[in-house]
């Protein structure tokens, strides 16, 4: 995901900001760029594609006295990856670059197009820029008009902003996205949107709450909370470790995806829900025009989110949907007609049998959709529309937080079709909404949650195979529990319908079999348990996943009452995930790197 820096200070900007820059480039990006005031003079660069492009841009610029400067590295998500989208983002005598979404862009836009404002670019963020400048001519004051446009935004943000009147200071807010500063004795302040461009400058870091704005100057870090009172920075020693501070602590990037689901999915919700409507502004509404069925097409993971979208748009958006591994459709001559919609699901944007499905949907006229986490991708690059999930690149092989935001987008758009084919009640429609808000809460890992986990994986580590169950969606899930598992411990797992275990795989049931069973309370519960039952009874050892106690299992582990099964299906499935990661910890494998794996699969 985007990327943020700044620096005040004596030393080589340019060096020190791009220097930042490469320190982020593991998150992500497709497109940089840098400002810098110097004696008075703003100079910017910007470039698509990698930071090599941006330093060659930037080869004669000197900087070498006392200068303010800001950079960004942007993954793009509203607007197409082009320098012209690339921060920062210039007014007239100022400049900003900003993580996050603004929701209310298009309102603040329409205004200020009226007052005759010019844009640039097609982003949420050059408002901030016209909105402040805006601002400056009534308050008359920098900092006034910098608080006041803050209080007119809506969304997440971190955001730093450099003016031309004032040449020791950069203004600075944070609401919703990560953002730090450091300082050190030389009287440098150094900004970033994680720890490590700071490490090796800076002593002592201070986080940003959500609200905090403020500025720097050389003598001064001013720090107001969201009421405007003015606060002491709570300093903390920075680490020195680059790789763990990659990690934000965690002992994995797996593990940090896991626990990231909760700011990810939010991301990929927001400026999408309104009151009673999904709006995704990336869509051409004609293209759903003529379109009587949707087919889904992709791989492993990819397969299984679009899987759960089999259920979800026949249920709520009453279209008919089918389904295709990717590999198997390639070569099994599809009779493929004009009113299907083919949609292809990837996190990569680059599987080559998801891709070559693609072609082969376009080469037959079918109008085409990729669900997508990486923009300018081969398949972003070739479908006719794209939807980005925003879950920020993902390092682990084990694919976790693509999963959730792929769900998370398949669920808006399902209701976003049920509206359009009024399958769906406006009330309804706002019911699912008020829900899907509550998705970031749902997948948030609790600490008793992660212990009891880590304690009952003890348990699970030989025995002669796991079957994970469910019905519904859950069996989506059961399917993506098991391939977690397998792929990371190394462990034989299944995934399987619940009420299919009885047309044979029972036969397998004693106490060495282990079933992971997704027991949601609010879709088929009862049916769900007796198939649970039946397994019991034949001494496989449980391990049920549910917010109901369940007598007949060995081992439980409870998931937060949820008001809807959806709700319940994110709970649930950051339980698969932390039981596949505590189990592979246990087995000592290389979690981020399992075995026989590439994260990336283009070859056939
Ligand atoms: C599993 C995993 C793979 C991918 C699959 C498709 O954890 O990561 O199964 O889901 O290779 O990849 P994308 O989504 O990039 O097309």
């Not at 820096?5 to 020190?16: D, F, T």
Request: proline share 2%; aromatic share 10%.
């Amino acid at each position: 995901m985007c990327g943020i820096v700044g620096y005040l200070g004596q030393k080589n900007s340019k060096e020190i900001l791009l220097g930042g820059l490469k320190e982020l480039e593991y998150r992500g990006y497709d497109s940089a760029g840098i400002a810098v005031l110097q004696d008075g003079k703003f100079e910017s660069f910007k470039a698509i594609g990698k930071l090599i492009n941006l330093e060659e841009k930037t080869k004669n610029f000197v900087t070498d006295k006392f200068s303010i400067g800001i950079g960004h590295t942007r993954w793009a998500t509203h607007g197409k990856p082009t320098e012209l989208n690339a921060h920062p983002h210039i007014g007239s005598e100022s400049y900003v670059v900003h993580n996050g979404i603004i929701e209310n862009y298009a309102a603040l836009k329409t205004e200020l197009l009226k007052d005759g404002i010019t844009f640039l670019s097609q982003t949420d963020t050059e408002v901030i820029v016209h909105q402040f400048e805006k601002n400056l001519k009534i308050t008359k004051s920098s900092f006034e008009a910098f608080k006041k446009t803050i209080s007119q935004l809506e969304g997440a943000y971190a955001i730093l902003l450099v003016t031309k009147g004032k040449e020791k200071t950069i203004f600075f807010a944070k609401n919703g996205s990560p953002m730090l500063v450091g300082v050190n004795a030389e009287n440098e302040k150094y900004f970033a949107s994680s720890d490590t461009p700071l490490i090796g400058h800076c002593t002592d870091v201070n986080y940003f709450e959500d609200g905090d704005y403020g500025y720097v100057t050389p003598d001064e870090l001013a720090i107001f909370s969201k009421d405007g009172k003015k606060q002491e920075p709570k300093f903390t020693k920075l680490s020195t470790n680059k790789l763990s501070a990659q990690k934000d602590g965690f002992r994995f990037f797996m593990e940090k995806e896991i626990y990231e689901q909760v700011d990810v999915i939010a991301d990929t919700l927001l400026g999408r829900l309104h009151d009673n409507e999904v709006l995704f502004d990336e869509l051409d509404p004609t293209l759903f025009e003529g379109i009587n069925e949707i087919k889904l097409c992709a791989c492993g993971t990819s397969y299984h989110s679009a899987l759960t979208a089999t259920y979800l748009f026949e249920r709520y958006s009453k279209i008919k949907t089918s389904i295709e591994v990717a590999s198997e459709f390639r070569y099994r001559s599809p009779i493929m007609s004009k009113d299907t919609l083919f949609v292809v699901i990837s996190q990569s944007g680059e599987t080559a049998d998801t891709l070559e499905t693609l072609k082969m949907a376009k080469a037959a006229g079918l109008k085409t959709l990729v669900i997508c986490n990486v923009d300018n991708s081969s398949m972003v690059r070739l479908a006719d529309a794209c939807i980005l999930t925003r879950a920020g690149v993902e390092k682990g092989v084990a694919s976790t937080k693509a999963f959730a935001t792929q769900v998370t987008v398949f669920w808006m758009l399902s209701l976003y079709l049920a509206k359009k084919n009024k399958a769906l009640s406006n009330e309804e429609i706002a019911r699912q909404i008020t829900l899907l808000r509550e998705v970031p809460a749902s997948v948030k890992v609790s600490d008793d949650m992660h212990e009891r986990i880590k304690r009952l994986s003890k348990r699970y580590l030989h025995g002669h195979g796991f079957f994970f169950i469910g019905r519904d969606v859950f069996y989506p899930l059961a399917l993506e529990g098991a391939l977690k598992l397998k792929e990371i411990s190394y462990l034989h797992a299944e995934g399987y319908p619940s009420g299919e275990m009885k047309h044979g795989p029972i036969a397998l049931a004693d106490p060495e079999l282990f079933t992971i069973a997704l027991l949601p309370q609010h879709l088929l519960y009862d049916k769900a348990k007796s198939n649970v039952e039946e397994l019991s009874a034949r001494d496989s050892t449980i391990c049920a996943i549910s917010a109901v106690e369940f007598d007949k299992a060995d081992d439980f582990i409870a998931i937060n009452k949820c008001k809807d099964y959806m709700l319940e299906f994110f709970e649930m499935m950051v339980a698969v995930q932390v039981l596949s990661l505590e189990i592979s910890v246990r087995l000592g494998n290389d979690v981020d790197m399992p075995r026989n794996l590439a994260k990336s699969v283009t070859v056939e």
